[in-house]
């Protein structure tokens, strides 16, 4: 089935697409028929443009978390079908287990890990590189440098993980999932094998002395992958090959895309070669040398981490991250990459120049690579009326001088309104309110009162094995659940609490009370944070309980104020005569509907969704709905 309009652009018959979404093209036209994941910028396009295409023979989920994800597909896989699983690098982590087996065991279908890398980092806990994963489990990997080549990975991909029975891992950078480029129409879906899955225990449930057979397996498909038809196409010059330079440039990903506008825009594309690698592992590197021909000296344009510059190091004198030759850590920019090139081929500053294939050797002539001033940068904050804002609130009015963990999503940015204190990664929150809760328990030092506070997709997530151990354990803190009904902060993915399906369908919800109780917990109370002096109240009811060695869950439930098309009452108004400007509602509360100018405090009606709660915020009663409060 094709995809409905707006899909097709009648110019030419291409689409200005997102790299996500052209990533998504590849799976239809390839006959992916099972795509799970999790959603995580930068690669939440994938799977959501997917679902534009309405195929019927594709399921395609939203799963819990990235582990399930990959469990998913990979039973997929097994079946012989065509399958894929989406995530960003950090969600890896969480895939870790099954991809290390996974490796091993081998699959029948293709199966492709597409594994978005966020250098940066823009959205990430770090800028860890799925390449060292890859070479750790023994996946192979393609990296694609502009949208168009990753639509065109997806079927060399799928290709080489049916032929060599492994999974495959396309690693899209953050500028290619989210740059945009002219696609070509969309192709024929390949069609899909029925499902057949034949019983193989020694493979599929391997025991250890089997497992070591399956590793052997892996090492010599490694080594027929290496010299693979299809992955050395992917090591090719952009430009440059019969070039005279004695350095040539290597590189990957976005990277190469940069270093080639550079070379072109300097006329330098018939001096200096520069080789593109695709298939970064297994990494040809005798391919590589061979390509280069008699050059000694290289620079290894690659983010984020230096992965080929460790790979190509030995006979050849090679530079890059590992180097210091290239910035060690950040986004490799244009001007990154602009000025790593001038140091290398010596184009600065009145150097040796190479001489470029215009026969220039005016310094003037040579085109100036300016950097832009830094950007002065206005903290994130929580929407204008958003539910987690009166939450935190509350939290720090019932529970003052606390020891708040946080976690991953809108609700980090509670750490500018004081209420959020540790963030490490998704569902940390309750396992390291736990710790805190030992750490003091153990010792004769007073114990602070302690707050876990967890988005209710992220407790679907990964919170759910913290709070089954901290209940089974005995510890006694308020785990506070945001629950807006959304996983809100990479555009509303419907969450097992909804019930909603990655295509809009309706699934079976799953409460999250239910599930709290199911973990053994006897203190729970639901409440609305726009409530503000209620919600406030029942979370001191929640620390009285852990005062008295209970656990206590409360959950905060109101949905995300994107998802409210209509005002929810009034929009406040300030009596200038009680404002005395303490900045307690502009500052400390921090809602972006207050500001204060030369005019005072006041409402930006636009953005003023009317909750009202900042009526219950003022201390000198200046806000009020109607007639001011006495």
Same mark, same amino acid.
């Given at each position: 089935?094709?995809?409905?309009?707006?899909?097709?652009?009648?110019?030419?018959?291409?689409?200005?697409?997102?790299? &996500?979404?052209?990533?998504?093209?590849?799976?239809?036209?390839?006959?992916?028929?099972?795509?799970?994941?999790?959603?995580?910028?930068?690669?939440?396009?994938?799977?959501?443009?997917?679902?534009?295409?309405?195929?019927?023979?594709?399921?395609?989920?939203?799963?819990? &978390?990235?582990?399930?994800?990959?469990? +998913?597909?990979?039973?997929? @896989?097994?079946?012989?079908?065509? #399958?894929?699983?989406?995530?960003?690098?950090?969600?890896?982590?969480?895939?870790?287990?099954?991809?290390?087996?996974?490796?091993?065991?081998?699959?029948?279908?293709?199966?492709?890990?597409?594994?978005?890398?966020?250098?940066?980092?823009?959205?990430?806990?770090?800028?860890?590189?799925?390449?060292?994963?890859?070479?750790?489990?023994?996946?192979?990997?393609?990296?694609?440098?502009?949208?168009?080549?990753?639509?065109?990975?997806?079927?060399?991909?799928?290709?080489?993980?049916?032929?060599?029975?492994?999974?495959?891992?396309?690693?899209?950078?953050?500028?290619?999932?989210?740059?945009?480029?002219?696609?070509?129409?969309?192709?024929?879906?390949?069609?899909?094998?029925?499902?057949?899955?034949?019983?193989?225990?020694?493979?599929?449930?391997?025991?250890?002395?089997?497992?070591?057979?399956?590793?052997?397996?892996?090492?010599?498909?490694?080594?027929?992958?290496?010299? =693979?038809?299809?992955?050395?196409? #992917?090591?090719?010059?952009?430009?440059?090959?019969?070039? *005279?330079?004695?350095?040539?440039?290597?590189?990957?990903?976005?990277?190469?895309?940069?270093?080639?506008?550079?070379?072109?825009?300097?006329? /330098?594309?018939?001096?200096?070669?520069?080789?593109?690698?695709?298939?970064?592992?297994?990494?040809?590197?005798?391919?590589? #040398?061979?390509?280069?021909?008699?050059?000694?000296?290289?620079?290894?344009?690659?983010?984020?981490?230096?992965?080929?510059?460790?790979?190509?190091?030995?006979?050849?004198?090679?530079?890059?991250?590992?180097?210091?030759?290239?910035?060690?850590?950040?986004?490799?920019?244009?001007?990154?990459?602009?000025? %790593?090139?001038?140091?290398?081929?010596?184009?600065?500053?009145? !150097?040796?120049?190479?001489?470029?294939?215009?026969?220039?050797?005016?310094?003037?002539?040579?085109?100036?690579?300016?950097?832009?001033?830094?950007?002065?940068? #206005?903290?994130? +904050?929580?929407?204008?009326?958003?539910?987690?804002? *009166?939450?935190?609130?509350?939290?720090?009015?019932?529970?003052?001088?606390?020891?708040?963990?946080?976690?991953?999503?809108?609700?980090?940015?509670?750490?500018?309104?004081?209420?959020?204190?540790?963030?490490?990664?998704?569902?940390?929150?309750?396992?390291?309110?736990?710790?805190?809760?030992?750490?003091?328990?153990?010792? =004769?030092?007073?114990?602070?009162?302690?707050?876990?506070?967890?988005?209710?997709?992220?407790?679907?997530?990964?919170?759910?094995?913290?709070?089954?151990?901290?209940?089974?354990?005995?510890?006694?803190?308020?785990?506070?659940?945001?629950?807006?009904?959304?996983?809100?902060?990479?555009?509303?993915?419907?969450?097992?609490?909804?019930?909603?399906?990655?295509?809009?369908?309706?699934?079976?919800?799953?409460?999250?009370?239910?599930?709290?109780?199911?973990?053994?917990?006897? !203190?729970?109370?639901?409440?609305?944070?726009?409530?503000? !002096?209620?919600?406030?109240?029942?979370?001191?009811? %929640?620390?009285?309980?852990?005062?008295?060695?209970?656990?206590?869950?409360?959950?905060?439930?109101?949905?995300?104020?994107?998802? /409210?098309?209509?005002?929810?009452?009034?929009?406040?108004?300030?009596?200038?005569?009680?404002?005395?400007?303490?900045?307690?509602?502009?500052? @400390?509360?921090?809602?972006?509907?207050?500001?204060?100018?030369?005019?005072?405090?006041?409402?930006?009606?636009?953005?003023?969704?009317?909750?009202?709660?900042?009526?219950?915020?003022?201390?000198?009663?200046?806000? @009020?709905?109607?007639?001011?409060?006495?």
């Amino acid at each position: 089935m094709s995809p409905d309009p707006p899909f097709a652009d009648p110019v030419e018959d291409r689409r200005l697409l997102l790299g &996500n979404e052209a990533i998504a093209q590849g799976l239809y036209e390839e006959g992916c028929r099972v795509a799970a994941g999790y959603p995580g910028t930068p690669s939440t396009e994938i799977l959501e443009a997917l679902t534009a295409y309405r195929a019927a023979d594709l399921h395609l989920e939203w799963s819990v &978390n990235e582990k399930v994800a990959m469990e +998913v597909a990979c039973a997929a @896989s097994y079946s012989g079908l065509r #399958t894929a699983v989406v995530m960003k690098q950090v969600g890896l982590n969480v895939a870790l287990d099954p991809l290390m087996s996974l490796a091993y065991t081998g699959v029948e279908g293709g199966m492709l890990v597409i594994v978005a890398d966020d250098p940066g980092p823009h959205s990430s806990q770090t800028e860890q590189d799925t390449r060292l994963i890859a070479l750790a489990s023994g996946i192979p990997v393609l990296d694609p440098i502009t949208p168009e080549e990753a639509l065109e990975m997806i079927r060399t991909g799928f290709g080489i993980s049916e032929k060599h029975g492994i999974p495959v891992i396309v690693r899209p950078l953050l500028r290619v999932c989210h740059s945009r480029a002219p696609i070509r129409a969309i192709g024929e879906r390949v069609p899909g094998s029925q499902p057949r899955f034949e019983k193989d225990v020694n493979r599929w449930a391997a025991t250890p002395k089997h497992r070591l057979t399956l590793h052997q397996h892996l090492i010599d498909k490694l080594k027929d992958i290496k010299g =693979d038809d299809d992955l050395l196409e #992917t090591y090719r010059f952009l430009c440059g090959r019969e070039g *005279s330079s004695e350095i040539a440039i290597v590189a990957s990903g976005v990277p190469a895309a940069y270093a080639y506008d550079y070379i072109q825009d300097r006329g /330098l594309q018939n001096s200096v070669p520069l080789l593109a690698v695709g298939a970064q592992h297994p990494l040809n590197v005798d391919r590589i #040398t061979d390509l280069l021909g008699e050059r000694k000296k290289i620079l290894v344009l690659e983010e984020p981490g230096p992965f080929m510059e460790i790979m190509l190091a030995g006979d050849l004198l090679v530079d890059g991250r590992h180097s210091g030759s290239v910035p060690s850590a950040g986004e490799m920019t244009p001007d990154t990459v602009a000025g %790593a090139l001038e140091k290398a081929l010596g184009l600065g500053g009145g !150097e040796i120049r190479i001489e470029a294939g215009v026969g220039s050797d005016d310094q003037d002539a040579q085109p100036e690579v300016t950097t832009m001033p830094p950007v002065s940068e #206005t903290p994130p +904050v929580l929407c204008a009326g958003c539910s987690h804002r *009166s939450s935190f609130w509350a939290l720090k009015k019932a529970i003052p001088g606390g020891i708040f963990t946080g976690d991953i999503g809108c609700y980090t940015l509670g750490r500018s309104l004081g209420a959020v204190d540790t963030v490490l990664c998704m569902g940390a929150s309750v396992s390291q309110a736990a710790g805190f809760y030992w750490a003091f328990n153990q010792s =004769d030092a007073k114990s602070p009162p302690i707050a876990a506070v967890i988005g209710d997709s992220t407790f679907y997530h990964s919170g759910i094995p913290g709070l089954i151990n901290a209940v089974q354990h005995g510890a006694a803190f308020v785990l506070l659940i945001l629950d807006n009904g959304t996983t809100a902060m990479t555009g509303g993915q419907p969450t097992p609490g909804s019930g909603k399906l990655a295509d809009g369908g309706q699934g079976n919800i799953v409460p999250l009370e239910g599930v709290v109780r199911g973990c053994g917990v006897e !203190e729970l109370w639901v409440a609305d944070p726009q409530e503000s !002096e209620n919600f406030t109240d029942v979370l001191r009811l %929640a620390a009285d309980s852990c005062y008295q060695g209970r656990m206590a869950v409360v959950i905060s439930r109101s949905p995300c104020v994107l998802d /409210l098309r209509d005002r929810q009452g009034p929009v406040p108004e300030i009596d200038q005569e009680l404002c005395d400007e303490c900045r307690l509602c502009t500052d @400390s509360f921090g809602c972006p509907a207050l500001v204060l100018d030369a005019e005072g405090v006041r409402i930006i009606e636009d953005q003023c969704p009317g909750c009202g709660v900042c009526v219950t915020v003022c201390p000198r009663s200046a806000i @009020s709905v109607g007639d001011p409060v006495e």
